[in-house]
């Protein structure tokens, strides 16, 4: 059984940044896709970016292109979410996701298996 575990929420100003990470236990990874998902109270979860952990090719959802980026750290299976330029609608709590086959779409939240507690990022205006 996978485990993540989210890091690194908190408060953030508007034109601001912070830095998410999602460290990942019980299994090891190859082209599983490893992604991030956000929620806010009501709504849809929705995709925010993800990444192909052999390839390292990313996605990004086109409300964060061009402001956040995802990353992974090899060595310490671990997965990064850097947020620059945050605004108030990115507001949410943001869960890591894990998929269990290679082939699954990144963006799908059914291609993921396993997803994390969550964290709360709050953008003051």
């Known amino acids: 059984q996978v485990q993540l575990v989210e890091s690194g929420g908190g408060l953030g100003q508007a034109g601001g940044s912070l830095r998410l990470s999602c460290a990942a236990s019980g299994r090891t990874f190859s082209s599983e896709p490893m992604g991030w998902f956000r929620q806010v109270p009501g709504k849809e979860r929705e995709f925010v970016a993800a990444i192909r952990w052999s390839s390292v090719i990313t996605y990004y959802a086109d409300s964060v292109k061009g402001r956040f980026t995802i990353s992974r750290d090899n060595a310490k299976i671990t997965v990064y979410l850097q947020m620059n330029s945050l605004k108030p609608e990115d507001t949410a709590v943001y869960y890591c996701?894990?998929?269990?086959?290679?082939?699954?779409?990144?963006?799908?939240?059914?291609?993921?298996?396993?997803w994390g507690q969550g964290t709360q990022v709050t953008v003051s205006s």
């Open positions: 996701a894990a998929g269990s086959r290679p082939q699954g779409s990144p963006r799908l939240r059914s291609s993921y298996d396993y």
